[in-house]
């Protein structure tokens, strides 16, 4: 089983992630991070943990683990 990290203060709220994400399992969250971007949240339900997220952000927002 694979778990997803996202470290919100890193994001710029790009949308490259939700764009790529094949289970549309990624979005905005309401929380403004310290930056003033809305980062993303992830519903780990639809979640496959796939890394298309990892490899499309630009600011290493994501990172995926073994559990």
Same mark, same amino acid.
Do not use: H, W
């Given at each position: &089983?694979?778990? /997803?990290? @996202?470290? $919100? %203060?890193?994001?710029?709220?790009? *949308?490259?992630? /939700?764009?790529?994400?094949? $289970? %549309?399992?990624?979005?905005?969250? !309401? %929380? @403004?991070?310290?930056? *003033?971007?809305?980062? +993303?949240? +992830?519903?780990? %339900? $639809?979640? @496959?943990?796939? *890394? /298309?997220?990892?490899? &499309?952000?630009?600011?290493? +927002?994501? !990172? @995926?683990?073994? !559990?």
């Amino acid at each position: &089983m694979k778990k /997803i990290t @996202i470290y $919100r %203060e890193r994001c710029k709220a790009c *949308g490259y992630c /939700i764009n790529f994400c094949p $289970r %549309e399992a990624l979005s905005f969250s !309401e %929380e @403004i991070n310290s930056k *003033g971007y809305k980062p +993303v949240q +992830v519903d780990e %339900e $639809r979640c @496959i943990a796939c *890394g /298309i997220c990892y490899s &499309m952000c630009p600011d290493y +927002v994501f !990172e @995926i683990t073994k !559990e």
